[in-house]
């Protein structure tokens, strides 16, 4: 048997196995996909579904989570859609040198560490890691992946930060800074998930490698099936894992609409998933857990500033004068959020700076500041030459309500804009390539270290980034505090980094949507303290299943 079950696996799903196996068993097997050796092994597999289906005995040995979205991508380092959800489906395989939980940083592949300086740190590794064939982790997987990643870019994580790692011993990596970087633990050694040199050695198109070998990691789950399709997938528990064998046998992902989480959660169907705010109350009467997550998910208006008359901070700021942003509160987020600071925060982060401009809803200012950049209104429009200005906004079904509120109030106020629904990985491409005026955006990560305010201005950086540079003082800025070790004198540069972003306004931040979470207790789930990873604010740490 150990044989068959070490050759590339086929993966079957209900239809097929009941062609296999036979219609009478349809009950007990349900809709899960399993890795199937042929017909040669379908008698053995039989016997081991069998055994397993005994042995779960519907004890919490399978969970099941609801994704309103489904597909985030394929669950490799760097097949993973370059969002939240990607990130965690890919992290319940791959591990990091240090990780995070509800309390802060915790060790990971990495058993302790020290800081030589200001610019370099030495891991002590754990030395009773295995990788999922069977290969055994060591100091040279660690150097191997940052040598990698400097020659194929890993989203997530830049090595710009790195000067060099090495091998002290099997055991021992030293990795040398190129400055100091105050959220070194938390943004490299946290959220870089590690390769294993055997396989990844000869990859050299890491995003299109999609042999079984692309998901060997040393993670506490293994993967079993992805169906792009349908947004699911199906992990299974890795017994060699070096905490122990995980909680669950089994962890699924399936897509459930959100208006219909609720509803999936009382029958069963799931044991966990992102609801409404306004079911909550009702969940909690039921017995279920419902968890708010701190403000850490904004919705903000991407601009187009590489392009006329929107390079022009003026009239942005006319634009942010326009939006009546408590109003989108209260009927977009129905009353279920807080208003984000043109500095970037909400309220009640602990890096937040009230002495900012607040832009109060005022569009008499609007059409002031209109007025002294020579525009003047033609047929209840802000024009030029007779010719009105003409904007485009992109939105997704997500957020086509918000989207049609903000043009609304923009529209009252004398611009002319319409809408173009597109789906997020258009809308995601678009604002990339500049092909744009205006985006409806959302993403989490602003709860995270505040070097996210770098990374969401900064120039060099994803689709949720203004990539902004017009501004020499901002960018010095950004740079300057990231590389701060002080607290106090960082606190000082983060905030007049705020003070600056909302004068210039390379993005215009709207508010902060409340965030539930809700499971029926199988596992005792918690929001990691400044988010996983680089700040993902989601309620799916894998370290709830292993510790």
Request: glycine letters at 8%.
């Amino acid at each position: 048997m150990e044989r068959f079950l070490k050759q590339p696996a086929r993966f079957y799903c209900q239809g097929e196995i009941q062609m296999l196996i036979g219609s009478s068993t349809r009950d007990s097997i349900s809709m899960r996909c399993l890795p199937m050796i042929g017909f040669v092994a379908a008698g053995l597999l039989l016997l081991l579904l069998c055994t397993a289906q005994a042995d779960d005995g519907g004890d919490g040995q399978v969970l099941t989570i609801a994704d309103y979205i489904g597909d985030w991508g394929y669950p490799s380092p760097y097949g993973h859609y370059s969002r939240g959800p990607g990130y965690v489906r890919m992290s319940l395989i791959f591990d990091t040198l240090v990780w995070k939980d509800e309390k802060g940083i915790i060790p990971a592949l990495a058993e302790s560490w020290e800081m030589e300086g200001d610019d370099a740190y030495t891991f002590k590794l754990r030395e009773d890691v295995l990788w999922h064939d069977g290969e055994r982790f060591a100091a040279d997987d660690v150097v191997f992946t940052i040598d990698y990643i400097k020659e194929h870019p890993y989203i997530w994580v830049s090595s710009d930060i790195i000067k060099t790692a090495e091998a002290v011993d099997d055991y021992t990596v030293r990795i040398s800074l190129n400055q100091p970087y105050a959220p070194f633990l938390e943004l490299v050694a946290g959220s870089l998930p590690i390769l294993p040199e055997h396989i990844y050695e000869g990859v050299d198109d890491p995003a299109e490698f999609r042999e079984d070998s692309a998901l060997v990691g040393t993670g506490p789950f293994q993967l079993v099936d992805y169906d792009q399709s349908q947004g699911s997938y199906l992990y299974q528990a890795y017994d060699d894992y070096y905490l122990g064998s995980p909680k669950v046998r089994q962890l699924k992902f399936v897509k459930v609409n959100l208006e219909m989480s609720a509803a999936a959660l009382e029958k069963g169907d799931v044991n966990a998933a992102n609801v409404p705010p306004e079911v909550v109350e009702d969940l909690k009467d039921e017995g279920f857990t419902v968890m708010l997550s701190s403000h850490d998910s904004i919705t903000k208006i991407m601009v187009n500033h590489k392009k006329e008359p929107l390079s022009d901070s003026r009239f942005r700021q006319a634009l942010y004068y326009a939006i009546d942003r408590q109003a989108l509160v209260d009927n977009a987020a129905r009353g279920y959020g807080v208003l984000a600071s043109p500095g970037l925060f909400a309220v009640d982060n602990h890096w937040y700076n009230s002495d900012v401009e607040p832009y109060d809803y005022d569009p008499a200012k609007t059409e002031e500041l209109m007025e002294e950049l020579g525009y003047s209104k033609v047929d209840g429009y802000f024009s030029v030459d007779g010719s009105p200005v003409k904007l485009e906004m992109l939105v997704t079904s997500i957020n086509e309500r918000a989207g049609e509120l903000i043009r609304q109030q923009i529209e009252d106020a004398g611009f002319m804009i319409s809408l173009r629904t597109v789906d997020s990985k258009t809308l995601d491409s678009m604002v990339t390539e500049w092909k744009f005026d205006l985006a409806l955006n959302s993403h989490g990560g602003m709860g995270a270290d505040p070097e996210i305010l770098k990374r969401m201005t900064g120039d060099g950086y994803t689709f949720n980034s203004a990539r902004y540079t017009e501004n020499s003082e901002l960018n010095e800025l950004l740079d300057g505090e990231v590389a701060e070790i002080d607290e106090q004198k960082r606190e000082d540069l983060i905030d007049r980094i705020q003070v600056i972003h909302a004068q210039e306004l390379p993005v215009l931040p709207l508010y902060y949507a409340d965030t539930y979470w809700a499971h029926d207790g199988r596992v005792e789930m918690y929001y990691t303290r400044q988010g996983i990873a680089n700040g993902v604010p989601l309620a799916l740490n894998k370290q709830i299943f292993v510790s």
